[in-house]
């Protein structure tokens, strides 16, 4: 079965403070593994999707890295306005689910001024 | 603008009183779900619809139906909720749910719904 597992479950940083979040993930055979950011009580905005081992993406401040078992969102100097949960998510090859997107628990990021 | 949208945002109900949320894209996507959100939990996948008269059940489906009569629209529908169903709920859609680069889901700003 699928599992997408994230880390830590909270992190706080200072402005300015680089660091990263750790997306694990269990699948049969890759078919997308996708980032979202998400602000309280709003809806998952996508950020970034990877598809092999080695891809990388940059957005601003932010880049998503993919290797066979996890990937990592790197986090440059971190503004306030970083704060947020990011959300990985794997696109499931399992069965009769198979397309649909499995989420982890998320992350969520405070970068204190 | 390319949305998905959700209404109500906000619904207080009672036990056994039945609601519809409903969920519209504008996006001509084939691919259309619903998920609950809870805190310890993320978010879990509710049914989900391939397209036009095809819905499929999700992780969670208990107490829940859906439909899919027309492209542009996937109401949720809750016949008899119960206190168990408060959660904050989204519907999301894509263009299929297949691999493709462009296949993105995106997700309508969420319906916060209190059972009580």
């Known amino acids: 079965e699928d599992q997408v597992t994230q880390s830590p479950e909270a992190l706080r940083l200072q402005e300015g403070e680089s660091s990263s979040l750790n997306c694990s993930y269990t699948v049969s055979g890759l078919r997308g593994l996708f980032w979202y950011r998400q602000d309280p009580g709003k809806g998952p905005e996508f950020l970034f999707t990877l598809y092999s081992a080695g891809e990388e993406k940059e957005k601003e401040r932010l880049k998503a890295t993919l290797t066979k078992k996890e990937s990592f969102l790197h986090i440059t100097a971190p503004k306030p306005e970083d704060s947020a949960t990011y959300l990985c998510?794997?696109?499931?090859?399992?069965?009769?689910?198979?397309?649909?997107?499995?989420f982890g628990k998320g992350t969520k990021l405070s970068v204190k001024p | 603008e390319a949305q998905v949208t959700q209404n109500p945002r906000y619904l207080i109900t009672v036990t056994g009183k039945k609601l519809t949320v409903t969920c519209s894209q504008n996006?001509?996507?084939?691919?259309m779900s619903w998920y609950r959100q809870d805190p310890g939990l993320g978010l879990r996948q509710i049914y989900y619809?391939?397209?036009?008269?095809?819905?499929d059940k999700g992780d969670v489906p208990e107490g829940y139906k859906v439909s899919r009569k027309e492209k542009r629209n996937f109401p949720l529908i809750l016949e008899s909720p119960s206190p168990n169903q408060t959660s904050l709920y989204f519907c999301?859609?894509?263009?299929?749910?297949?691999?493709?680069?462009?296949?993105?889901?995106?997700f309508g700003a969420g319906t916060r719904l209190s059972v009580l």
């Open positions: 996006m001509n996507h084939e691919y």
């Open positions: 998510a794997v696109r499931s090859n399992y069965g009769g689910s198979q397309g649909n997107l499995i």
């Open positions: 999301a859609s894509s263009l299929s749910r297949g691999a493709a680069a462009k296949n993105i889901q995106y």
């Open positions: 619809s391939m397209n036009v008269e095809v819905t």
